[in-house]
């Protein structure tokens, strides 16, 4: 029998954000236009917590590790992570409330799939020596440490620059930027080298900062200016 313990670790409380900040952006997106709904934005939840984006996402989970040839170990995780929990959650919670593909919605979604990568990036940086000795050839593992190091970086601050884009439709958009504080710690901890524990701080840190950046992003955008 599991302990509670184990099933809050299987859970992976640190990166829920992924799968719940999308679905605010595309409501956000909605609502800046008058279209939300409430009730279509909950189900896009349920659907984001249960199962990414339906059968497409299920298949491409277990294709991650499973199956003949797991793309998760050939170098494209951090791709299907950009396109599931950034383009097609936000993308989509915005269509099913909107009726429609908006540019802003895709917009929105480069800056959530890029935290969204980051979670990934450090997650696969941790696990360079384990993977490497296993024969997994992640990202991290093909591009080498250092490489995967600014990668991370690269994932946590272009998100704040997009905000340039988005304001020109949503100047509200710019609130985001009070979250750039929480990007400095786990930034510096993954270019200081950190390792093992440390990894998984930078890694919690991560995901409040991908929550807080996502919240913030979906008051703005819900705000016309």
Known sequence: MASARQWLGGARPR???????PVLVGSGVAAGYRLFSPWRAALALVVALALL?????VAAAWTYTGG?????????????????????AVVGTAYVQMERVSWL????????????????????????????????????????DQRTRLLYT???LV??????????????????????PLA???VRAVRAGARG???????????????????????????RG
């Open 15 to 21: 990166t829920l954000p992924a799968a719940i900040v």
């Open 53 to 57: 984006v339906g059968a497409a996402a």
């Open 68 to 88: 003949r040839h797991p793309y998760g170990y050939h170098g494209l995780g951090e791709v299907a992570v950009f396109a599931f929990f950034g383009v097609a």
């Open 105 to 144: 919605a895709v917009a929105a979604s480069i800056p959530v799939g890029l935290l969204a990568c980051a979670l990934l990036v450090i997650n696969n940086l941790r696990d360079i020596p384990s993977d490497t000795a296993a024969g997994k050839r992640t990202l991290a593992v093909l591009i080498g």
């Open 154 to 156: 690269s994932c946590a």
């Open 159 to 180: 998100p704040f620059g997009m905000l340039a884009v988005l304001a020109f439709a949503r100047p509200f958009s710019l609130l985001a930027l009070i979250t750039l």
């Open 184 to 186: 400095v710690a786990p």
């Open 197 to 223: 524990p440390a990894l998984i701080a930078a890694l919690g840190q991560t995901g409040r900062l991908q929550l807080a950046f996502g919240l913030l992003l979906t008051l703005g955008l819900a705000i």
